[in-house]
């Protein structure tokens, strides 16, 4: 099993910054791809970002492009969502994935993803 721990949600302004964390502990894989996605609430969860495990891949929702940065260090098998410019209707509970085989790209579809974090709430006041 992998356990993934996401951090760095909270409460901001509109306009402001907030950095997500995840790390991945537990079994490992010799390489997997990385995504967060969202879900507000009585919304269906979304995709926002996603990295791919070599060459640092990113694919963005069209929502978030332009503010938002996925990043990853492989060493320390954390995965990085940089928001900035935020907005209102960013607020949502924020979930990191794992899509362990996948090694030059990333997924936007949930249903890829095999490990899931507990989520960190991020709320964006207007």
């Known amino acids: 099993q992998v356990q993934l721990v996401e951090s760095g949600g909270g409460l901001v302004q509109a306009g402001g910054s907030l950095r997500l964390s995840c790390t991945a502990s537990g079994r490992t894989f010799s390489y997997y791809a990385m995504g967060w996605f969202r879900q507000a609430p009585g919304k269906e969860r979304e995709f926002v970002a996603a990295?791919?495990?070599?060459?640092?891949?990113?694919y963005y929702a069209d929502s978030v492009k332009g503010r938002f940065t996925i990043s990853r260090d492989n060493a320390k098998t954390t995965v990085y969502l940089q928001m900035n410019s935020l907005k209102p209707e960013d607020t949502a509970v924020y979930y990191c994935a794992a899509d362990p085989g996948r090694r030059y790209t990333g997924s936007y579809y949930s249903s890829d993803y095999d490990y899931w974090g507990q989520g960190t709430q991020v709320t964006v006041s207007s």
């Open positions: 990295i791919s495990w070599s060459d640092g891949n990113t």
